[in-house]
């Protein structure tokens, strides 16, 4: 029941304003009543116990005085002057007080304007998060809700959880399927299908909410749409659950769309199992898999105000989680890093204490992340000067104005801070400008590949059938016969030459003594060198096929599919011959870090399979032309790398303006084979700042003719 908090006269104590509304909600946890005035005006509330109840329900005796005799005489509660003076200072602040006269008028006015936001100030927070509503459902929720009531029954629970044991038994049993039906599903059409069931599910998470609501006698103000960084979601105020006064009801109105979205996707599962091929299906489907998971990874954060956030104030009964562990964490910083007299705001336990701190930074954390992501895939994915401004203003309102904020406290109450506290203030910022200004940075930490410096890929000149072959694996000095190679048609032709040669010369012997020989004998030789040129040429192309070693080396990778008398083709590549003994590292540098490398720095390079030990090398050369294209697959970032590339069909090309870098290495490696890890080089010194505002100096040039 609702009462209204009636005026006093103002003999000592600043009258109540008449429209306020006083609710009794839940207990506390270790049963002290609770009570939330309403301002009907500005919707707000404000939660009080026992001893502020009590106060203001003597409150229209007007005196100061009387209410302290009243209520300690009436009560056991012990009330002293201060006590009332702070709940004065509270309802002074939160404007529950009736502001008469000139004098309170003009204070109100003055404050109004202080605390008035200014354009830009307005402007970002509306950016960062608001609402649009659109419906008042609250009569159309009262008026369906005895049609769908069921749905709450035990009955239904029962049936949805024996739905959902039938669905993993089918799906376990079509797994194959299930997963060729998800990889069919990276496409436009499946982006497109992924879409229309993440709306499905949005709605029916929020008249899970909502219906809920109604079912415990919750007010649904509105629904509509809210945007979080310009990306829309849809939302049911619920504001009003405060009224409810069972833990485990305001539990179940913030963990109602998650439980209908679980639902949703049990049902789906179970009808994808029994439907046939079709359109159907493939809408049950995304239903059933990620756009829901999708959908539940965002609302069971307690990072933001979404579900999560509801439910862990329930289930730790912490109403206004965020704002009490965020002044817990003032509070502890200004304790502990100025040595302020002050006490925290309410008063906790050790633990609680230790979770509102811990949990305050992880929300800031995690907001800051989020935030920066979704900027972050403004600027690749859609509009990058849009992506650069987001940036930037998440910058500033997640660090540097609560910086400029804080700094505005200490520094008016600077002469509060104890000396041991001002002197480790100073020299901590003294460390901090060292770290940030100094160049003290003297390496630069590169991806890259190690490979021997000279491989050469071997391969057959010409379509040609297989004779010799040498084993895989084995060393082999330059000049050794490695593949010898034939072809029958080439080997028949010189057979024919010789024959016609042969032929020829045993006429030019008959030709001794006969008469008028002389003149044939001239026309037989001129045929003979045709046929002896045509002999060389056919031979030439057998000795073509006889592919020798060029250097000495190992030999490697050669084809499995490799026997005596198969054919291969010169597109065919036969074997790897690699020189072992010299093996170099090509490492890739960012444009603006080029200039910190010179030649002959020294070089430890670090392979992923042996992380802690390094190979020492130096630095040979630098290419002064941009890397058009990765030379090694495994470093692209499509493939497992680390390098960030575009999304081409090669996924070899490097996002980023990148230049090669040729170490050589002093010694071979032990195991001999192609490696990917980080090289560190060392380089000109460089502070952190230069390397940000470099860094950011770059961006804004790039992106300056968007």
Not at 314 to 326: K, T, V
Request: glycine fraction near 4%; charge should be negative.
């Amino acid at each position: 029941m609702a009462r209204f908090l009636g005026k006093s006269a103002n003999q000592g104590l600043p009258p109540l304003r008449e429209d306020l509304r006083l609710y009794e909600v839940a207990a506390q946890r270790d049963g002290s009543p609770t009570w939330t005035v309403q301002d009907p005006v500005t919707n707000t509330f404000m939660a009080i116990g026992w001893l502020e109840y009590e106060l203001l329900s003597r409150w229209h005796l007007g005196d100061k005085e009387k209410v302290l005799e009243s209520t300690n005489a009436e009560t056991p509660l012990n009330v002293d002057a201060s006590e009332l003076e702070s709940l004065v200072d509270v309802l002074q602040k939160t404007k529950f007080l009736d502001a008469h006269g000139f004098e309170q008028t003009d204070a109100l006015i003055e404050e109004e304007g202080r605390s008035k936001n200014s354009l830009v100030n307005y402007l970002l927070h509306q950016y960062l998060f608001f609402r649009v509503p659109i419906w008042n459902p609250d009569a159309w929720l009262k008026r369906v809700y005895p049609s769908i009531s069921f749905i709450y029954s035990k009955q239904s629970l029962w049936l949805l959880g024996c739905a959902a044991l039938i669905a993993f038994y089918l799906t376990i049993q079509k797994v194959d399927l299930f997963a060729a039906s998800f990889v069919d599903t990276f496409t436009f059409e499946g982006i497109l299908g992924y879409l229309a069931a993440l709306i499905v599910t949005k709605s029916l998470h929020e008249l899970g909410h909502a219906f809920t609501a109604t079912r415990y006698g919750v007010r649904v103000a509105h629904m509509g749409v809210a945007f979080v960084v310009m990306w829309p979601m849809l939302y049911t105020d619920t504001g009003e659950t405060w009224r409810v006064k069972r833990s485990k009801h305001r539990l179940a109105i913030a963990s109602a769309g998650v439980s209908a979205e679980l639902s949703l996707a049990i049902l789906a599962l179970l009808a994808w199992n029994l439907a046939p091929e079709g359109p159907v299906r493939d809408a049950l489907f995304f239903l059933a898999t990620t756009a829901w998971v999708i959908s539940i990874l965002i609302n069971v954060s307690p990072f933001l105000r979404f579900d999560g956030y509801y439910i862990l104030s329930d289930i730790l009964d912490i109403p206004n989680l965020h704002e009490r562990s965020a002044s817990a964490k003032i509070t502890w910083i200004r304790r502990h890093l100025l040595g302020w007299e002050m006490d925290y705001s309410e008063e906790m336990t050790a633990r609680r204490k230790s979770f509102y701190i811990v949990f305050s930074i992880l929300s800031w954390v995690y907001r800051m992340v989020v935030f920066l992501g979704i900027a972050a895939a403004v600027y690749y994915f859609f509009f990058k000067a849009l992506g650069i401004v987001l940036a930037l203003v998440e910058i500033w309102w997640f660090v540097l104005k609560p910086m400029v904020a804080e700094m505005a406290v200490w520094r008016e109450n600077w002469s509060q801070t104890k000396a041991s506290k001002k002197r480790g203030l100073f020299v901590f910022t003294l460390l901090m400008g060292l770290f940030i200004f100094v160049p003290w940075q003297t390496d630069i930490k590169l991806q890259g590949w190690m490979h021997a410096s000279k491989a050469s890929v071997l391969y057959a000149p010409d379509a040609a059938l297989l004779r010799v072959l040498p084993p895989n694996g084995s060393e082999v000095s330059a000049g050794e016969l490695l593949f010898e190679l034939t072809q029958p048609e080439t080997e028949a032709n010189i057979k024919v030459a010789v024959a016609a040669k042969e032929s020829i010369e045993d006429q030019l012997q008959g030709l001794l003594g006969i008469r008028d020989g002389e003149a044939l004998r001239l026309e037989l030789v001129e045929s003979w060198r045709e046929k002896d040129a045509s002999h060389q040429a056919e031979k030439a192309k057998l000795d073509a096929l006889k592919l020798y070693a060029p250097f000495d080396g190992f030999l490697t990778d050669l084809d499995p599919s490799l026997a005596p008398n198969v054919w291969v083709n010169p597109e065919q590549p036969l074997a790897v011959l690699v020189d072992r003994a010299s093996w170099v590292v090509d490492a890739f540098v960012p444009q603006d870090q080029y200039a910190r490398i010179t030649q002959g720095a020294k070089v430890k390079f670090f392979t992923l399979h042996k992380p802690l030990v390094p190979l020492t090398g130096s630095v040979v050369s630098l290419d002064t032309r941009r890397l058009e294209e990765l030379p090694e697959p495994m470093l692209s970032a499509q493939f497992g790398g680390a390098i960030s590339v575009e999304n081409d069909q090669t996924g070899l090309t490097p996002r980023e303006t990148l230049f090669k870098v040729r170490i050589q290495l002093d010694e071979a490696p032990v195991s001999k084979q192609v490696a990917i890890g980080v090289a560190n080089i060392e380089a000109q010194p460089k502070s952190i700042f230069d390397t940000l505002f470099n860094a950011l100096a770059l961006v804004l040039v790039r992106e300056v003719s968007f």
